[in-house]
């Protein structure tokens, strides 16, 4: 087994940061993160003391840790651990839940460790797998599927009203009209008069899909739309909001089942 220590950003929440490690006799000093941190275990296995509880990590496991909560790990004797972690920027995933820098540690406190073979730690597993795949164009998404799952981990202690009807109709006409635009969640979330996580689940219950989910079908819709006026496939794409011709073809596939060519040569 080669040693490694990997470390990137990605394209989420302006900068998270994506550690990969495969280490033998190693130990991290007490210390702690204005990040939170959702840590995924592919092998081996870990010792941790984390908030003055102990414990072990092992394959399959997850792990998440609060912003500013100590921590210290090491490897278990004659042993490895390989593992991914996913840092998190405190700011802008508060912003996620319609809290700052002065609130979120009502929230987001202490950490939770997510056994193998629970829903809660392939749902994990599952988010790590697909954020380390994602591009620039999928932040919306990723913001989505993020917001869920801390959200399910740390739900809130007085859930807010529903927003109005009204309100998410406005959002989803907002998605139709202007699918060339890429909004951030929070600006939609703004609109509606509630908090991002409680845009997407509100919105999903309307209306059967998420935020972003809609604004790449209305996305697609216009590309069909363009394609059968015999619009060339990079131009379409770029018209219909896509970022090139490649992320459209994966959407259109998604939902249209063939992809944009296929389609071309049918009209």
Known sequence: MAEAMEYRQI??????GMLRSVER??????????EIVIAAYCGGGKLFRCDRQEGEALPGDLLVIAADVVHAAKTPAGTFWDY????LPRLETAALFGLDRTNDR???SGFRLLKAGTDQARAGQELLSALARARAEDAGLSEERLAAFLGGL????????APAAKALRRVAERLRETPA????LCELAAEAGVSPEHLSRAFHHQFGLSPFQWLESERVKLARDLIARRM????????????DQSHMTRWFRRICGMTPGTFARHQ
């Open 154 to 161: 740390w739900p809130a202690d007085h859930p807010e009203p």
């Open 106 to 108: 009502r929230r987001f």
């Open 232 to 243: 060339p496939l990079a131009e379409a794409a770029v018209a219909a909001g896509f970022s």
């Open 181 to 184: 635009v890429t909004p951030r």
């Open 25 to 34: 006799h190693f130990a991290f000093a007490p210390h702690s993160h204005d």
């Open 84 to 87: 991914q972690a996913l840092y």
């Open 11 to 16: 394209d989420l929440l302006g900068g998270a």
